[in-house]
């Protein structure tokens, strides 16, 4: 059995999975380190998001390309992400994904925007919990509302440790919001989403190496939802299995834990895992007009009818449950102010915010959100409910006077009531049937006759449906009718928990705990059909629990939401109750009142005795008030109190504490009035003098990030630069060819060591006119021929000499620099070796006999005219085998087999080649179809470095025929 059900992830067919890379000011080194240590197979989708400059064309393709093998290429519309390829925003540009492509939009020029936000939102809307978002350097704190995003649907976040990114503005910003799941340096960052990709969940089918029993497994899972349940008073028992269970195997996994006891072991001794657990299931995934169709809807039918409607003297009230930090609430509120000026007509209007998570209530109280609210907020409402403020925005006393933030929790606490608008979106969706069915029976039992409901798109109006109907099925938005309640509320205010320290010390078996359950039932049917209604109240007069069916006596008032004697009892009966807290305060002790008659919430006449019994004499001791029927006898003794009396002195008692608050107040007002001017108007100007700082600050931060990434990537092209240049340096040594570069007004920009040899030239003539530098050339014309090249953009070609006979071939050329200027090189190549080869040639080719050169490998490197004609002649008319290139000795072998004079040749040119012999020489017949020929060859060694042997072969077929005739 599976306790938790896993969304399947396959551990490496995943090319639908995507890494968002967010960086900003120094994320060029970053990101290099990221890619020299990344593996170029993982099958994912790289996007690398930066605040990049519109006014300048981005290099950073090109710079990634030398850092990795995977394609880097930009960012372009309609085209959908493939595997292994690494994808740049293009500069000036905002990218979204959609339905599995990129969409790219122009963003408005020298703006504050979020491009990292953006993207990451939609990442984690189209790809889930395939989404993994990567925050890199940078300044600010882009990226910390989308990795919140990603981190909700499931995917991974991981940071750039602080210490190690030259801006840490951005990594610290997304470590604050709690949603990181990793901080490394950047070059373990790869080696983590590698380890991430191969063991994407620890799942039930491969969680266990040592398999646990299912008795087991649901005695660590609640072991887990009891310590939870102790620490931080939330059970999360009535949660869906499901979707806990996902979020505390992605803890696991990231823990490295094989099973659930392993991990409920760990909770137990780690305050900080727990915290951050808690964090995971309580995860604050909410903006500013979340579901813009829903606000619209609420702003063009629900507010205005609600205003409508309203009574001028009761104003209008509005819940809203599950607020997270507060952004639904204040949205509420601003449509409806917004719908009070259009109709100018002003209502009191109080909007009850509530959440189960404290910290969430801190920040939505506290009014203050980043800069990166301006994804969310149009310039209208931004400047209309908000003031800027240091690093953000703080919402202005009208919104934040409109909302009450408190703490509440849906299954355990009673609801509101008598509320025009209630919205709960998208809570209900992590409670199991039954807490779904109960919560949303205390949303409809909050929502007066003709008021509205609104649930999260994918929830739904499972009980009671026919109390409401509805005004759109797709956005949930439903109008309360006038059909009575067919589920009422009858006093149970909470599902049975279990109690968390026993759970905790004796963790039980899956019995026992049906067995628990059991006995709570009953409990609580004893309590709802023959006890008396009763409240457990502080020493404040602060419910702190009910007791059977107290519904008949809950009579809630306009106001600030406190749940006190003072607010929740009918009003004959809140003097006498506050009378008997009073003298159970006082002296301790149990008490009795007389019967008082008054009419119940249904409107029948009712006579209650209050009992009160105080359960331990100290002065914060918490007391039980029991409200009894006349026609029940009290079972507890208690003595009988005179009201009067103790009214009386309770009376006396605030009194004098008003009193002296009163003088104490009035010294306060004195003293404050003569300074509030003064600060006022200092305010003012400091107010606006802030707010032009802020938005000058904003826009130069946004074009110093762009600045150090231009910055970057110039420091890189200069390094790519200086290489360059050194290899350049390097070529020109070893090619060994004197070079001259000059400007278009021949002026000297550079030279090579060579050229010293020419010119008499040093570092501190770069910059002089070519003319005044001495050249030991016979070249008169160098400076005209400059002069043509660059006016005329022609190439020159000139044989020169040198004053000491050497001589150069003069090429100059002409070249554009980047500016569009022309400039000149000139090159002088020492030609004397291959004008003494030429001369060499001349003199071979007026010899008539057949003359061939022999390197000491016996390869023909030299030839006369007269043999290539031979050549030509006698079989070989393209020259491939018995010219400059074949190997004569090579040939001579291969003919030596069947002819004995080609034997004779070849050992006598090896022996003249191997230096046993200084010369060779032999007559041999060599006949064609036309003629019968004699020739002699003649094999001579050379000593020279290139040259081993010179081949003559003359003919003397004349004279061998003069002797045969003679003879």
């Given at each position: 059995?599976?306790?938790?059900?896993?969304?399947?992830?396959?551990?490496?067919?995943?090319?639908?999975?995507?890494?968002?890379?967010?960086?900003?000011?120094?994320?060029?080194?970053?990101?290099?380190?990221?890619?020299?240590?990344?593996?170029?197979?993982?099958?994912?989708?790289?996007?690398?998001?930066?605040?990049?400059?519109?006014?300048?064309?981005?290099?950073?393709?090109?710079?990634?390309?030398?850092?990795?093998?995977?394609?880097?290429?930009?960012?372009?519309?309609?085209?959908?992400?493939?595997?292994?390829?690494?994808?740049?925003?293009?500069?000036?540009?905002?990218?979204?994904?959609?339905?599995?492509?990129?969409?790219?939009?122009?963003?408005?020029?020298?703006?504050?925007?979020?491009?990292?936000?953006?993207?990451?939102?939609?990442?984690?809307?189209?790809?889930?919990?395939?989404?993994?978002?990567?925050?890199?350097?940078?300044?600010?704190?882009?990226?910390?509302?989308?990795?919140?995003?990603?981190?909700?649907?499931?995917?991974?976040?991981?940071?750039?440790?602080?210490?190690?990114?030259?801006?840490?503005?951005?990594?610290?910003?997304?470590?604050?919001?709690?949603?990181?799941?990793?901080?490394?340096?950047?070059?373990?960052?790869?080696?983590?989403?590698?380890?991430?990709?191969?063991?994407?969940?620890?799942?039930?089918?491969?969680?266990?190496?040592?398999?646990?029993?299912?008795?087991?497994?649901?005695?660590?899972?609640?072991?887990?939802?009891?310590?939870?349940?102790?620490?931080?008073?939330?059970?999360?028992?009535?949660?869906?299995?499901?979707?806990?269970?996902?979020?505390?195997?992605?803890?696991?996994?990231?823990?490295?834990?094989?099973?659930?006891?392993?991990?409920?072991?760990?909770?137990?001794?780690?305050?900080?895992?727990?915290?951050?657990?808690?964090?995971?299931?309580?995860?604050?995934?909410?903006?500013?007009?979340?579901?813009?169709?829903?606000?619209?809807?609420?702003a063009q039918e629900v507010i205005p009818e609600i205003i409508a409607h309203a009574n001028p003297l009761q104003g209008i009230r509005c819940w809203v449950a599950g607020c997270s930090t507060g952004e639904e609430a204040y949205s509420l509120v601003m449509l409806f102010l917004e719908a009070f000026e259009q109709r100018n007509e002003w209502l009191p209007l109080k909007v009850f915010a509530t959440d189960i998570n404290q910290d969430n209530l801190d920040i939505a109280s506290n009014g203050h959100y980043p800069a990166t609210i301006l994804s969310e907020l149009s310039t209208d409402h931004l400047n209309k409910f908000f003031d800027v403020d240091v690093d953000g925005y703080r919402v202005k006393p009208q919104l934040r006077q409109a909302v009450v933030f408190a703490k509440h929790n849906l299954l355990q606490d009673a609801p509101f009531t008598r509320m025009d608008l209630v919205s709960c979106r998208n809570t209900l969706i992590y409670f199991k049937n039954m807490a779904q069915d109960l919560v949303l029976q205390k949303l409809q039992y909050a929502v007066v006759p003709d008021g509205f409901?609104?649930?999260?798109?994918?929830?739904?109006?499972?009980?009671?449906?026919?109390?409401?109907?509805?005004?759109?099925?797709?956005?949930?938005?439903?109008?309360?009718?006038?059909?009575?309640?067919?589920?009422?509320?009858?006093?149970?205010?909470?599902?049975?928990?279990?109690?968390?320290?026993?759970?905790?010390?004796?963790?039980?078996?899956?019995?026992?705990?049906?067995?628990?359950?059991?006995?709570?039932?009953?409990?609580?049917?004893?309590?709802?059909?023959?006890?008396?209604?009763?409240?457990?109240?502080?020493?404040?007069?602060?419910?702190?629990?009910?007791?059977?069916?107290?519904?008949?006596?809950?009579?809630?008032?306009?106001?600030?939401?406190?749940?006190?004697?003072?607010?929740?009892?009918?009003?004959?009966?809140?003097?006498?109750?506050?009378?008997?807290?009073?003298?159970?305060?006082?002296?301790?002790?149990?008490?009795?009142?007389?019967?008082?008659?008054?009419?119940?919430?249904?409107?029948?006449?009712?006579?209650?005795?209050?009992?009160?019994?105080?359960?331990?004499?100290?002065?914060?001791?918490?007391?039980?008030?029991?409200?009894?029927?006349?026609?029940?006898?009290?079972?507890?003794?208690?003595?009988?109190?005179?009201?009067?009396?103790?009214?009386?002195?309770?009376?006396?008692?605030?009194?004098?504490?008003?009193?002296?608050?009163?003088?104490?107040?009035?010294?306060?007002?004195?003293?404050?009035?003569?300074?509030?001017?003064?600060?006022?108007?200092?305010?003012?100007?400091?107010?606006?003098?802030?707010?032009?700082?802020?938005?000058?600050?904003?826009?130069?931060?946004?074009?110093?990030?762009?600045?150090?990434?231009?910055?970057?990537?110039?420091?890189?092209?200069?390094?790519?630069?200086?290489?360059?240049?050194?290899?350049?340096?390097?070529?020109?040594?070893?090619?060994?060819?004197?070079?001259?570069?000059?400007?278009?007004?021949?002026?000297?920009?550079?030279?090579?060591?060579?050229?010293?040899?020419?010119?008499?030239?040093?570092?501190?003539?770069?910059?002089?006119?070519?003319?005044?530098?001495?050249?030991?050339?016979?070249?008169?014309?160098?400076?005209?021929?400059?002069?043509?090249?660059?006016?005329?953009?022609?190439?020159?070609?000139?044989?020169?000499?040198?004053?000491?006979?050497?001589?150069?071939?003069?090429?100059?050329?002409?070249?554009?620099?980047?500016?569009?200027?022309?400039?000149?090189?000139?090159?002088?190549?020492?030609?004397?070796?291959?004008?003494?080869?030429?001369?060499?040639?001349?003199?071979?080719?007026?010899?008539?006999?057949?003359?061939?050169?022999?390197?000491?490998?016996?390869?023909?490197?030299?030839?006369?005219?007269?043999?290539?004609?031979?050549?030509?002649?006698?079989?070989?008319?393209?020259?491939?085998?018995?010219?400059?290139?074949?190997?004569?000795?090579?040939?001579?072998?291969?003919?030596?087999?069947?002819?004995?004079?080609?034997?004779?040749?070849?050992?006598?040119?090896?022996?003249?080649?191997?230096?046993?012999?200084?010369?060779?020489?032999?007559?041999?017949?060599?006949?064609?179809?036309?003629?019968?020929?004699?020739?002699?060859?003649?094999?001579?060694?050379?000593?020279?470095?290139?040259?081993?042997?010179?081949?003559?072969?003359?003919?003397?077929?004349?004279?061998?025929?003069?002797?045969?005739?003679?003879?």
């Amino acid at each position: 059995m599976r306790i938790f059900q896993r969304m399947n992830v396959h551990p490496h067919a995943v090319a639908d999975t995507i890494v968002a890379i967010g960086a900003s000011a120094g994320g060029l080194e970053a990101l290099e380190q990221f890619f020299r240590n990344c593996p170029t197979d993982l099958g994912i989708t790289y996007v690398v998001v930066q605040h990049l400059s519109p006014d300048h064309k981005s290099m950073m393709d090109d710079l990634l390309a030398r850092y990795t093998q995977m394609p880097v290429v930009m960012v372009k519309s309609d085209v959908a992400p493939l595997p292994d390829t690494v994808y740049l925003i293009p500069a000036g540009t905002h990218i979204e994904i959609e339905e599995g492509r990129f969409k790219v939009t122009q963003k408005l020029p020298h703006t504050f925007s979020l491009p990292i936000d953006i993207f990451f939102k939609s990442v984690a809307k189209s790809f889930g919990n395939k989404s993994i978002a990567v925050i890199l350097s940078g300044t600010g704190s882009d990226g910390s509302l989308g990795i919140a995003d990603i981190n909700a649907v499931g995917g991974l976040v991981i940071v750039q440790q602080p210490t190690d990114a030259k801006f840490d503005g951005m990594p610290t910003s997304a470590i604050h919001t709690g949603a990181v799941h990793d901080v490394l340096p950047v070059r373990e960052i790869p080696t983590r989403l590698k380890h991430y990709l191969e063991n994407p969940g620890v799942g039930f089918n491969n969680l266990d190496i040592e398999p646990q029993t299912e008795l087991e497994q649901i005695a660590a899972r609640d072991d887990i939802f009891a310590i939870l349940n102790n620490e931080f008073h939330i059970n999360f028992a009535d949660y869906k299995v499901g979707t806990i269970g996902r979020r505390i195997e992605r803890r696991m996994q990231l823990k490295h834990l094989k099973n659930l006891r392993e991990y409920a072991n760990l909770l137990q001794v780690n305050a900080a895992e727990l915290d951050t657990l808690r964090g995971e299931l309580l995860i604050p995934v909410t903006s500013f007009f979340r579901d813009r169709s829903v606000f619209e809807l609420l702003a063009q039918e629900v507010i205005p009818e609600i205003i409508a409607h309203a009574n001028p003297l009761q104003g209008i009230r509005c819940w809203v449950a599950g607020c997270s930090t507060g952004e639904e609430a204040y949205s509420l509120v601003m449509l409806f102010l917004e719908a009070f000026e259009q109709r100018n007509e002003w209502l009191p209007l109080k909007v009850f915010a509530t959440d189960i998570n404290q910290d969430n209530l801190d920040i939505a109280s506290n009014g203050h959100y980043p800069a990166t609210i301006l994804s969310e907020l149009s310039t209208d409402h931004l400047n209309k409910f908000f003031d800027v403020d240091v690093d953000g925005y703080r919402v202005k006393p009208q919104l934040r006077q409109a909302v009450v933030f408190a703490k509440h929790n849906l299954l355990q606490d009673a609801p509101f009531t008598r509320m025009d608008l209630v919205s709960c979106r998208n809570t209900l969706i992590y409670f199991k049937n039954m807490a779904q069915d109960l919560v949303l029976q205390k949303l409809q039992y909050a929502v007066v006759p003709d008021g509205f409901l609104t649930l999260g798109i994918s929830e739904s109006m499972t009980i009671n449906s026919s109390s409401f109907h509805s005004l759109d099925t797709k956005l949930k938005v439903f109008q309360r009718n006038h059909t009575p309640l067919s589920h009422e509320l009858r006093g149970q205010f909470a599902l049975a928990a279990k109690p968390a320290m026993e759970r905790v010390a004796h963790p039980r078996l899956a019995r026992e705990h049906f067995k628990d359950t059991w006995v709570e039932q009953a409990r609580e049917m004893v309590l709802q059909q023959f006890a008396p209604p009763a409240m457990l109240v502080d020493h404040t007069g602060k419910v702190i629990h009910l007791y059977g069916d107290v519904q008949s006596l809950l009579q809630l008032r306009h106001g600030a939401a406190e749940f006190t004697l003072n607010k929740v009892l009918p009003d004959k009966l809140q003097p006498v109750a506050s009378a008997l807290l009073h003298k159970c305060k006082r002296e301790g002790g149990n008490y009795r009142s007389e019967f008082v008659r008054f009419n119940d919430a249904k409107g029948q006449e009712s006579s209650y005795q209050v009992v009160a019994q105080t359960l331990e004499h100290k002065p914060e001791s918490q007391v039980l008030l029991a409200f009894v029927r006349a026609a029940i006898a009290p079972t507890l003794p208690a003595t009988p109190v005179e009201l009067s009396h103790e009214l009386s002195d309770k009376i006396n008692a605030l009194e004098v504490e008003l009193q002296a608050t009163r003088e104490s107040l009035q010294a306060t007002i004195e003293e404050l009035e003569t300074s509030n001017e003064e600060l006022q108007a200092t305010n003012e100007e400091l107010m606006a003098s802030n707010e032009e700082m802020q938005s000058a600050n904003e826009e130069l931060q946004s074009v110093n990030e762009e600045l150090n990434t231009v910055n970057s990537e110039y420091h890189e092209k200069m390094v790519i630069l200086n290489r360059i240049n050194a290899d350049l340096d390097s070529m020109s040594r070893a090619a060994g060819i004197a070079t001259l570069f000059v400007d278009q007004n021949k002026t000297v920009t550079r030279y090579t060591p060579d050229a010293i040899r020419l010119f008499k030239i040093r570092d501190s003539d770069i910059g002089r006119p070519v003319d005044e530098i001495v050249s030991r050339l016979q070249y008169n014309e160098f400076s005209q021929d400059l002069a043509i090249t660059l006016n005329h953009e022609r190439t020159i070609e000139r044989e020169v000499k040198s004053t000491d006979g050497v001589e150069f071939l003069v090429r100059i050329l002409p070249y554009r620099i980047s500016s569009g200027a022309i400039g000149a090189v000139a090159t002088f190549v020492d030609i004397t070796p291959l004008k003494a080869s030429q001369q060499l040639q001349i003199l071979l080719n007026a010899l008539p006999e057949h003359v061939a050169v022999l390197d000491k490998f016996g390869q023909i490197v030299l030839v006369n005219s007269a043999w290539e004609q031979f050549a030509r002649v006698n079989g070989d008319p393209t020259l491939a085998q018995t010219c400059t290139g074949a190997n004569y000795l090579d040939a001579c072998e291969q003919a030596a087999e069947q002819d004995p004079f080609a034997r004779r040749a070849y050992l006598g040119i090896k022996s003249v080649l191997e230096g046993s012999k200084s010369s060779f020489q032999m007559s041999y017949p060599c006949h064609s179809p036309a003629e019968n020929r004699w020739f002699v060859m003649h094999a001579v060694s050379v000593k020279h470095g290139q040259f081993a042997a010179v081949v003559s072969h003359v003919n003397v077929t004349d004279w061998i025929i003069k002797e045969q005739q003679h003879d």
